[in-house]
């Protein structure tokens, strides 16, 4: 009992003499800490019990109804956002060209609106299977090469041929859609491009025999146009070049010509 209260005394005693040099008693030291640990829990109590209010995004609607994407396929062009986005774009894409062939075939066959209807979906049918089928759910750019390749043979005046084997029965729709530009263009046409090809290739060959100099077969060079090896070179000079003096080569498999 007696430590006690000298333990006590001296306490008392120390007290006294910190505030006489100015210093602040330790109890009131461990009791600002003590405050200061306390104010500090209930701060950290106050930020994880706050509610914080966080702004929520624009949500694109991507489950819209199908005749509502199909609205909008056809007032703007979107990129593959979703499957069924991507599907209203393709509906619109051949609702489109079945119209193109619908208003093309009702100016060819005035007399039978109803056949030319029925004609212009099975041909839009045929051109999306053949090419479309295979892409899932959007239209590829082959589709729409094609459709237009369609649109200008028929629609032209001097492929009357075409026409009238179609409109006949003689060509199917499926081999319609499967021919070439060349088998489908008209006969003139086809004939004025084969010409153009001849005197091209005439005018590339006279100019190589124009070239002065001995020809020299090599398989050092490869032709940009068809990719064969099997050239000939020779020197030859440019016009108004500081360095004039090159080398001409030219493909012994097709007319093309360059310089190196």
Known sequence: MDGANNGQLAEDEQDRVQKAVGMEPKSTVEGCDNDDDDMWAQELERELALDVHVKKRGMIPFHLPH??????????????????????????????????????????????????????????????????????????????????????????????LLRTRLFQGDLSVDALVRMRSSDMANPLLVQQRKEWIKKRTREVTRNMRDLSGFMYSTDLFNCPSCGSNETQHSQGRRKAMADRVCIVVICCKCPYRWQV
């Open 67 to 160: 005749e509502v994407l199909m609205v909008l396929m056809s007032m703007v062009s979107v990129g593959r956002v979703c499957r069924s986005w991507s599907l209203a774009a393709a509906e619109v894409t051949r609702s489109k060209y079945r119209n193109i062939f619908e208003g093309l075939f009702l100016e060819l066959l005035a007399d039978d609106a109803t056949g030319a209807i029925a004609l212009a979906r099975t041909v839009e049918d045929a051109l999306h299977a053949f090419y479309g089928l295979d892409h899932g759910c959007f239209v590829p750019k082959a589709y729409k090469e094609k459709a237009r390749m369609l649109k200008f043979n028929l629609r032209d005046p001097k492929n009357a």
